[in-house]
């Protein structure tokens, strides 16, 4: 219930009543507002409006200085890091819907995935990641493309039925 108190010294234009069991209480409304805020909000806000994610992605990697991206470069040796970093902006900035709050956590993770997929070789002596490639099939060995069209009208028969 809003009700607004003209006999005592008012800070608010706006008290709540508040009861406590049995016992009711007159509370100042901005300072309830207030304390909702800095409690149940994930961000104190200290007057200003939440900045764009856009904006927050864009604003981080502007100021990425130097001794980080050294230590990136020590920690994954074989991976382009300036070439990673932008995939990694543009991920962020393609993928809002999976917004992420600690850049520097997903660019460590993001690294460590460019470390391991084969996309770089590792030459400091880690162990060099195999991928399995099927042997070629020979080329007497492949369907024809009459021979394709063939199965492919046996296929459709039979979803017919």
Do not use: C
Not at 98 to 112: E, L, R, T, V, Y
Not at 123 to 143: C, V
């Amino acid at each position: 219930m809003l009700q607004q108190h003209k006999h005592q010294k008012v800070i608010s234009r706006f008290k709540i009543k508040i009861s406590i069991g049995a016992e009711e209480r007159w509370a100042d409304a901005d300072k309830v507002f207030a304390h909702l805020m800095k409690n149940y909000m994930k961000a104190e806000l200290n007057g200003k409006k939440p900045e764009p994610y856009t904006d927050k992605v864009n604003n981080f990697f502007d100021v990425i200085n130097e001794e980080w991206k050294t230590a990136l470069k020590e920690s994954y040796p074989n991976v382009d890091i300036d070439q990673q970093l932008k995939n990694a902006k543009m991920w962020l900035l393609s993928n809002t819907h999976q917004a992420k709050s600690n850049f520097k956590k997903f660019i460590n993770n993001w690294m460590a995935k460019a470390m391991r997929t084969g996309k770089v070789e590792p030459a400091d002596g880690r162990t060099k990641q195999e991928f399995y490639k099927p042997a070629d099939t020979p080329e007497e060995d492949l369907a024809s493309q009459e021979e394709i069209n063939e199965m492919m009208q046996k296929i459709k028969n039979k979803l017919r039925r």
